[in-house]
């Protein structure tokens, strides 16, 4: 069995938006998005979602986590847990995105995005505007972050709306930037294709 680790980047969401931007993003880079990885909450085990991202055929391999509210550490979250901790995949980054309740979960970031593309130290809302907290992002699927040793988590706000900002019709500009901070960060130097292949899914 091949041992080598793949590249992955980790998202916290897993709603409709969420797919179509991340599948968009992924063709950009040249990597692949495991679209069975959708869901709001995550049907799949953290051992299923492994599997697939084994199976894929390029990095950086992108995956989508979603506890759709659930407090405390949901399915969502203990699939992240195991395939951030596996020992066949290297985690570039996270892809921490807000949701509208703040008296829920919070996990610390080293960098936001806000809804204009500005990188800001303060945590931003779901519509991707700054809010007071400095370092910190409030969201669905962000219970169990701080536990892992990540290499950069990337706040956002709503991947694909925030007012329309993030629309994959305007390139989906902030979850694009996002991505190339990670890429950066971790040393991953393969850079955004010049010519995309249509055909890759």
Known sequence: ????????????DGDEYALKTIEYVAKEF???CISQSQGNPTTLSGSEIVKLILQTPYDPVFVMFDDSGYLGEGAGERALKYVATHAQIDVLGIIAVASKTHQTEWTKVDVNIDREGNLTEFGVDKSGIAEHDIGRLNGD?????????IPIIVGIGDIGKMARKDDIQRGAPI??????????????NRGKPKEQDSNLS
Request: glycine share 8%; hydrophobic share 35%.
């Open 1 to 12: 069995m091949d041992q080598t680790r793949r590249k992955v980047i980790l998202v916290t």
């Open 141 to 149: 699927t962000v219970y169990c972050l701080d536990e892992l040793n």
């Open 175 to 188: 979850t694009t930037k996002a991505v190339e901070l990670i890429l950066e960060r971790s040393g991953y």
């Open 30 to 32: 040249g990597g692949r």
